[in-house]
């Protein structure tokens, strides 16, 4: 069975900084497409930052100089840095692994993240 395992989430005061990691237990990770999304109480869920296969890169406008997303196939693993945090990005943050090859698609269980002003 296929899990995705958040951790790294918290309350953090603005300006701060906290590191996201998602350890996937897939057996060939290096072919997913991982990704983070997070969602805020009646907010749709949104992509917040991407890495592809490739490990080509794409973020959210609204995080974009401020986060940045990593992986290491070696330990089957993505992480998110996020500094300069801002109240706005207070959300449940979600962690995605995609295989368009494969045909597969993951979710995990997710982890808060509290901005406080």
């Known amino acids: 069975q296929v899990q995705l395992v958040e951790s790294g989430g918290g309350l953090v005061q603005a300006g701060g900084s906290l590191r996201l990691s998602c350890a996937a237990s897939l057996s060939s990770f290096s072919v997913y497409h991982m990704g983070w999304y997070r969602q805020a109480p009646g907010k749709q869920r949104e992509l917040v930052a991407k890495i592809l296969s490739s490990s080509s890169t794409n973020y959210a406008d609204s995080v974009q100089g401020r986060f940045t997303i990593s992986r290491d196939n070696t330990k089957n693993t993505v992480y998110l840095q996020m500094n300069s945090l801002k109240p706005e990005d207070t959300a449940r943050y979600y962690c995605?692994?995609?295989?368009?090859?494969?045909?597969?698609?993951?979710w995990g269980q997710g982890t808060q993240v509290t901005v406080s002003s």
């Open positions: 995605n692994a995609n295989s368009p090859m494969i045909g597969h698609n993951y």
